[in-house]
Every structure is written in structure tokens, then in C-alpha cells.
């Protein structure tokens, strides 16, 4: 049991979150998902993903620890860029608890 709780409260990128939620998505849909509409998409993942889950940053405080980012923190950082056509920020920065990303995929369906 142990090694399960640890599991499901390890960090994800979320760019990797994001990439799993895409191919389990069009899985379910019967479309077949590639890596190149993967890239065009990708970052549309990961705002869906936002919005059911909390997404976590690297503390300013340093020493690995994470923080929950807020909704103007992540309007600010994912949507904002998208509607203005700036670049989104590195998603390898921002992480998903595996527990939050498979509740998160599941309301996705």
C-alpha cells in the first residue's frame, strides 16, 4: 500500500501529462493520434488538463519543492499566451500529481 500512496502522489511534467491525455483521448475516440497532431495540440491539452486538476510549479523557495499554481497564475501563463499568440511557457516546468492527471483524463472522456 505504501508503495502505491507514493505513486499516486508522484509529479509528472506536465508536458508528458498532456501528451499521455492526447493519445488515451483519441484512443477512446477511435481517431488515431500522432505525434504530429500531437504538436499542434499539445498545449490545448494541457490547459483542459488545468482545469480539472491543480497544476504545480517549482517553488522560488528552490530545493525541489513544488507549489499549486493559482487560476490567474495559470490564465496568466498557459491561456494568456495562446489568445495573444505568444509562446506558451516550457511545459517540462510545470508538473500534475499522477493521481490529479488519471482523475483528470477520466472526466476528460
Do not use: C
Not at 508503495?3 to 481517431?31: N, Q
Not at 486538476?53 to 513544488?66: D, F, K, L, V, Y
Not at 491561456?79 to 490529479?100: C, H, K, M, Q, T
Request: proline fraction near 6%.
Amino acid at each position: 500500500m505504501g508503495e502505491l500512496w507514493s505513486h499516486e502522489h508522484e509529479l509528472v511534467p506536465l508536458s508528458a501529462a498532456a501528451s499521455l491525455a492526447y493519445f488515451e483521448l483519441t484512443e477512446v475516440r477511435g481517431e488515431l493520434g500522432s505525434e504530429e497532431n500531437l504538436g499542434d495540440v499539445i498545449e490545448l491539452v494541457a490547459i483542459a488538463l488545468s482545469q480539472l486538476a491543480p497544476i504545480r510549479a517549482q517553488s522560488p523557495r528552490g530545493g525541489g519543492e513544488t507549489s499549486v499554481l493559482s487560476p490567474a497564475q495559470v490564465k496568466e501563463l498557459l491561456f494568456s499566451p495562446i489568445r495573444e499568440g505568444r509562446p506558451v511557457p516550457n511545459l517540462e516546468n510545470f508538473y500534475i500529481r499522477r493521481a490529479d492527471l488519471h482523475a483528470a483524463i477520466s472526466s476528460l472522456r
